[in-house]
């Protein structure tokens, strides 16, 4: 039920779970961001779709980051989203115990551990 009525705007706030895949922009704008995107929060930005499309098969690196600059502030000012919760990935050892790390997809390599 929940899954069905939050995107017809039943709720008037909700909360999901996310996590990137990877560590790259794209991961949070075009789930979050795109028409008919992840939450289902109707937000649809003309601009702010062609920026994320042309961002994501731009090669040139300054000119993909001028475009996620320009999204960036495009979104903010539009303020579809406003997120309620952040989690946080920690890892704890004791002071002898090296190369404890979570990796780019926030996973603790054990390979990586010594002692």
Known sequence: QYKDEYPKGTYYFYGLGWFPDFPDADNYLTPFFLKENFL????????????????????????????????????????STVPLLQGAQVAVAGKDVKGVTLDASFKLRFASITK
């Open 40 to 79: 289902g929060n109707h937000y649809d930005n003309s601009e702010v779709n062609d920026l994320i499309l042309k961002q994501a098969v731009e090669p040139d690196a300054a000119a993909r980051t001028a475009d996620i600059e320009k999204i960036q502030d495009l979104v903010a000012h539009d303020l």
